[in-house]
């Protein structure tokens, strides 16, 4: 039987980035993985698929409604060709996947296919798809098995009509009426692929507001950019039933007011949620506990109650992102090797990638006054931007969150034109614990999207906005 000092089963963002770290650190890994293609959900069917065909439609999306204005003369009407579109999105995929075969031979990681199961706390089972079975010996383990699309118990998904996102992303149509259960982030991108496709798209929400975890003040924004697109939103509705016949799907919901509202389209997609996936892995036989919701049970250092056990990512509490798992990978691995990592949850961002992108880290103004904490707000628009003007990209804002007495910046949320990627440096800020007059106060380039940032910070500190 092979043995190694640390066998990760699942190679996701946490799983394979833990066996890049604990390789570095001078671990013999062993990395197993259910499916033939490393990468888990997210570079699979997840993250990266989606965000090339979300980038994709805007392309198109810009095309119909934006190039004109810039200039640029089309002889014809552009045309969605959403097999091309599919076929881009499946080549970027496996770019990406190949790129982490390469990672793994290059740290010299062995790599194992098959379902991993444990026979004890230290062994572990690998059957291959043929059926042939091989044990592996670990002194140490990670589960980082991920999550699965979850559902509602009187729905039954047929992947064909009634689908997850797994099938959204490989449709050979782009629908007529796009029924969109749940309004969180999955079902809002990829609402939106299908919506800039000419699709009508209907988003049936169980609470109040979509994007309900983040700060009100994006998604109400959010809803107000997506519903000039076409989206439509039936919030505080509860599904009840949901049925097909023929090429029709039918969803029943009920408001605040208990009544019925009925809508018919040719596909629903169900997007409520995501459940950790331990099928299989056969938990009692090592001894692991989970708790009353599925998820693996952990301590501080991600140790499960057996303690050369570890788990991370989507099968453990807390927000289900690549990027919360691929950080409780590193932190495993030096925890492992003796060090004294740490991971501060409340500084791990969220993202949603529609046009425009949002984005958020901190505390939302909700939580701030649950806790009672006396805070300030500052806010910039975009449309007050000189950059986001050239774009044409004047929705949003950005708002600050600081403390009242301490000027200690403790929530940023932005919706507008990359989000995504300017939420770093409010990471960073708050990372080091920065006042709103510190970004204040700090020379941004112009013109740039993060201006934007400086100007909210200086609207949060001394209500002193240069631009508005």
């Known amino acids: 039987m092979k043995s190694y000092d640390v066998i990760i089963i699942g190679s996701g963002p946490g799983g394979y980035v833990c066996a890049i770290r604990c390789a570095q650190l001078g671990m013999k890994t062993a990395l197993i993985e259910k499916y033939a293609t490393l990468g888990g959900t997210c570079l699979n069917v997840g993250c990266i698929p989606s965000k090339a065909l979300l980038d994709s439609t805007e392309h198109f999306h810009q095309a119909l409604h934006t190039f004109k204005e810039h200039g640029i003369d089309l002889k014809s009407a552009p045309t969605a060709n959403l097999a091309q579109m599919i076929k881009r999105k499946a080549e970027v995929v496996d770019q990406t996947v190949k790129g982490i075969d390469f990672l793994m031979k290059k740290n010299k990681i062995e790599v194992f296919h098959g379902t991993g199961s444990f026979i004890n706390a230290n062994t572990v089972e690998i059957t291959a798809d043929g059926g042939s079975k091989e ?132 596909y629903v997609l169900v997007s409520v949620g995501r459940r950790p996936y331990t099928d299989g892995l056969a938990l009692e036989n090592a001894g692991v506990k989970t708790d009353e919701k599925g998820r693996v049970s952990t301590n501080e250092h991600l140790q499960t109650n057996i303690p050369h056990i570890y788990a991370i990512g989507d099968v453990i509490a807390g927000a289900m992102l690549a990027h919360k798992a691929e950080e409780e990978g590193v932190l495993v691995a030096e925890w492992m090797a003796g060090q004294k990592p740490h991971i501060n949850y409340l500084l ?32 910039f628009p975009f449309k007050a931007s000189g950059r986001a003007r050239a774009s044409m990209d004047t929705e949003g804002l950005i708002k600050v969150l600081a403390d009242k ?42 013109p740039t999207f993060t201006e934007s940032f400086k100007e909210a910070a200086l609207d949060a500190t001394a209500k002193r906005p240069i631009h508005i």
């Not at 982030?185 to 609402?191: A, H, M, P, T």
């Open 348 to 379: 791990i961002p969220g993202v949603v990638y529609t046009w425009p992108e949002v984005a958020s880290v901190g505390y939302t103004e909700e939580q701030l006054k649950e806790k009672g904490t006396i805070y300030k707000v500052g806010s």
């Open 405 to 446: 007495e301490t000027d200690e910046i403790l929530g940023v949320h932005m919706i507008g034109p990359r989000c995504a990627d300017m939420i770093a440096e409010a990471v960073v800020a708050m990372e080091f614990r920065a006042s709103a007059e510190d970004i204040g106060r700090i020379s941004h380039a112009h």
């Open 135 to 266: 044990s592996v010996e670990g002194k140490n383990i990670v589960i980082a098995t991920g999550s699965k699309p979850a559902s509602l118990p009187f729905i039954s998904i047929d992947k064909k009509r009634i689908i997850t996102s797994t099938q959204a992303l490989e449709l050979k149509e782009i629908p007529q009426h796009l029924i969109v259960i749940g309004g969180g982030v999955i079902g809002l991108e990829l609402g939106s692929v299908y919506g800039r496709l000419g699709s009508k798209v209907s988003v049936v929400e169980y609470m109040d507001a979509i994007i309900p975890t983040m700060d009100r003040t994006l998604g109400k924004e959010l809803q107000r950019s997506l519903k000039k697109n076409g989206i439509e939103f039936y919030l505080s509705h509860k599904v009840k039933e949901v049925s097909t016949k023929g090429k029709t799907v039918t969803v029943k919901a009920d408001n605040s007011k208990g009544e019925e509202r009925i809508l018919e389209g040719d």
